[in-house]
């Protein structure tokens, strides 16, 4: 993983090392890394993980409704206990 000490002219050095280098890139502010510039491929993979990790916990949740151990409420309801 790259890192550097960027100003405004090295973003588009960036951009670069992560989209055609598939690098990630560590952006420092007074010694800490606050941010990555990442390739795009990276967001994607993630993105899937979310999905899937989202869909197991609706799943979930489904198979808790369907065996009654999971209470639903009706719009209504939720919205009363707000």
């Known amino acids: 993983m790259a890192q550097k000490n960027i100003g405004k002219a090295d973003f588009f050095q960036m951009i670069q090392q992560a989209g055609l280098n598939k690098q990630r890139v560590a952006v420092?502010?007074?010694?800490?890394?606050?941010?990555?510039?990442?390739?795009?491929?990276?967001?994607?993979?993630?993105?899937?993980?979310?999905?899937?990790l989202d869909g197991a916990e609706c799943e979930r949740i489904l198979r808790r409704v369907r065996e009654g151990k999971e209470k639903v409420l009706s719009w209504e309801q939720a919205k009363s206990r707000l």
């Open 28 to 52: 420092y502010q007074q010694g800490r890394a606050v941010a990555y510039v990442v390739p795009i491929e990276d967001v994607q993979t993630l993105q899937r993980l979310e999905d899937r």
